[in-house]
């Protein structure tokens, strides 16, 4: 049976999904899959790895959040904090944005 946290967890990868480019989306849609779990708890571990040592040049701080939202689909205790934080980042990014076009409209007239 599928929980409430999961089923959220799945909608907001659906909406990444959609706003990725192509070839993410495609890879993300393949990772998703059930039979993937041996390959994305690998890559979830990883990619935390690379996010936490996001000072080095070619790992970048990206891959923590990455790496959280993979792992969540298979252990159930992140799924409620990692829904916590992309409804959360997804609300300071849209306040964040709409005013910083407010503000671009007032110096623009």
């Known amino acids: 049976m599928?929980?409430?946290s999961h089923a959220r967890l799945n909608r907001q990868f659906d909406?990444?999904?959609?706003?990725a480019p192509g070839f993410a989306a495609g890879w993300l849609e393949r990772v998703r899959r059930p039979e993937a779990r041996w390959i994305r708890i690998p890559l979830g571990f990883l990619l935390v790895l690379g996010g936490i040592f996001s000072f080095?040049?070619?790992?970048?701080?990206?891959?923590?959040?990455?790496?959280?939202?993979?792992?969540?689909?298979?252990l159930v205790f992140l799924q409620g904090p990692v829904n916590h934080a992309i409804v959360r980042g997804t609300r300071?990014?849209?306040?964040?944005?709409?005013?910083?076009?407010d503000k671009k409209a007032?110096?623009?007239?």
């Not at 300071?92 to 076009?101: E, I, Y």
């Open 2 to 4: 599928r929980s409430k």
């Open 15 to 19: 909406k990444i999904q959609r706003r």
């Open 56 to 74: 080095l040049p070619v790992l970048g701080l990206w891959m923590l959040p990455l790496g959280l939202l993979l792992l969540a689909l298979d």
């Open 92 to 101: 300071k990014w849209s306040t964040w944005r709409r005013a910083r076009r």
């Open 106 to 109: 007032q110096t623009g007239s």
